[in-house]
């Protein structure tokens, strides 16, 4: 299973993504050994050759979490947006 978002601010990019690597409790030995890593590590490289970007780990800023705050109250926090999605648009 795969899944995913992104989000462009001038010259960043968030990307959300999802994609099963293993397998868990639920589906036994289904996925193991079925070569997930390889697709993992496919991904990790064509990604970030495909925007042109380097794609560089690391922790969100100070400013990026102040952001991060300030979303999670103005519009999460707000039924209107929560159901909806009439709310702050901060």
């Not at 993504?17 to 064509?46: F, H, I, P």
């Not at 380097?54 to 929560?82: F, K, S």
């Amino acid at each position: 299973m795969l899944g995913s978002a992104i989000h462009r601010c001038g010259d960043r990019l968030l990307i959300h993504d999802s994609l099963k690597l293993a397998s868990n409790a639920w589906d036994g030995d289904a996925v193991a050994g079925c070569g997930l890593d390889r697709a993992q590590a496919a991904l990790l490289e064509a990604i970030p050759a495909a925007l042109g970007v380097v794609v560089l780990p690391g922790d969100l800023t100070a400013e990026e979490l102040a952001a991060r705050d300030h979303l999670r109250r103005a519009r999460y926090g707000d039924d209107g947006w929560v159901v909806r999605r009439t709310g702050p648009r901060p």
